[in-house]
C-alpha cells in the first residue's frame, strides 16, 4: 500500500519568513496530493491540491509543488502569519476506490 | 449546507464497555472515511464505506472494531470491549463520489478510557 513520510515533524519560523515542508510518497499510481491544515481541537481542512498532470500550483501565500520522478511533493508557505500556525498534512491518492493516505503532520509555529 | 457533523464530540469510557461513534456526512455525499489519530501521530486510516458496502477496511482491527454505513442514517463506528490504547480521536470524512479527490471532514469525536 502508499505510504507517505513527511518532514519536518515540527517548524519554527519568525512571522513574515517561509516555511517549506516535504513529503515523499511510495506507490506510483497515486495521482492526488492535497494538504490540510488541522487547527487545535478541530478537524482537518483542505488548504490547496494538485493533481499528477500538474507540476506547481499557487494561490496566494501557499504553494505546493510536485516531482511525480522523484515521487515527492512540497507545501510552500510564504509572508508567514501567527494565523498560520497549525499542524499541516500531506497525503496522497491513487484514483478510484482508493483510501488517501497522510503523512504523520508537520506542526508550525509562526513566531511574531 | 451543514459540514460533516460527528458525535459524541468527547465520550467517555470504562475499559470494556462498547463505544458508538457517530458520523453524518454532508449533504449528497455517499462515501465516508473514518481516521484515528494519537497524540503526535498522524491521520491513520481506519475504514473506506460506501452507502451499505465497505470498500476498504485493511486499517481497522480485527477485532473489537466495525464500522457500518446504513442506507438510511449515519455512519457508525462501533468499538466493544475498549481498552485504555483505544484513547484517540476519531475523524470522519466525506466525499461526494469515489474519484472526488478532497476530503471533508468533521470536528472528530475524542474517546477516553478510564
Known amino acids: 500500500g502508499e505510504n507517505v513520510e513527511q518532514h519536518p515533524s515540527t517548524l519554527s519560523v519568525q512571522e513574515g519568513d517561509s516555511a517549506v515542508i516535504k513529503c515523499t510518497y511510495s506507490?506510483?499510481?497515486?495521482?492526488?496530493f492535497p494538504w490540510y491544515k488541522q487547527e487545535l481541537g478541530k478537524g482537518p481542512q483542505l488548504i490547496i491540491d494538485?493533481?499528477?498532470?500538474?507540476g506547481e500550483k499557487k494561490d496566494q501565500r501557499i504553494a505546493v509543488t510536485l516531482n511525480k520522478t522523484a515521487k515527492h511533493f512540497s507545501l510552500h508557505i510564504t509572508e508567514t502569519q501567527p494565523e498560520d500556525s497549525a499542524v499541516y498534512f500531506c497525503?496522497?491518492?491513487?484514483?478510484?476506490?482508493?483510501?488517501?493516505?497522510f503523512g504523520i503532520g508537520t506542526k508550525l509555529q509562526v513566531i511574531p | 449546507n451543514a459540514g460533516v457533523m460527528q458525535n459524541p464530540r468527547h465520550l467517555v469510557r470504562r475499559r470494556g464497555q462498547e463505544a458508538r461513534l457517530r458520523c453524518s456526512p454532508m449533504?449528497?455525499?455517499?462515501?465516508v472515511y473514518w481516521y484515528r489519530q494519537l497524540p503526535e501521530e498522524g491521520l491513520k486510516f481506519m475504514v473506506y464505506?460506501?452507502?451499505?458496502?465497505?470498500?476498504?477496511e485493511s486499517g481497522m482491527p480485527k477485532e473489537r472494531f466495525s464500522a457500518e454505513f446504513p442506507k438510511e442514517g449515519p455512519s457508525i463506528l462501533r468499538i466493544q470491549q475498549v481498552v485504555r490504547g483505544d484513547s484517540a480521536a476519531y475523524f470522519c470524512?466525506?466525499?461526494?463520489?469515489?474519484?472526488?479527490?478532497?476530503?471533508?471532514f468533521g470536528e472528530g469525536s475524542r474517546l477516553t478510557v478510564l
Open positions: 470524512a466525506s466525499s461526494p463520489s469515489e474519484g472526488a479527490g478532497e476530503l471533508f
Open positions: 464505506l460506501q452507502k451499505e458496502n465497505i470498500i476498504d
Open positions: 506507490d506510483s499510481a497515486s495521482n492526488y
Open positions: 494538485i493533481r499528477s498532470n500538474v
Open positions: 449533504k449528497g455525499h455517499s462515501h
Open positions: 497525503a496522497a491518492k491513487a484514483g478510484g476506490y482508493q483510501k488517501v493516505t
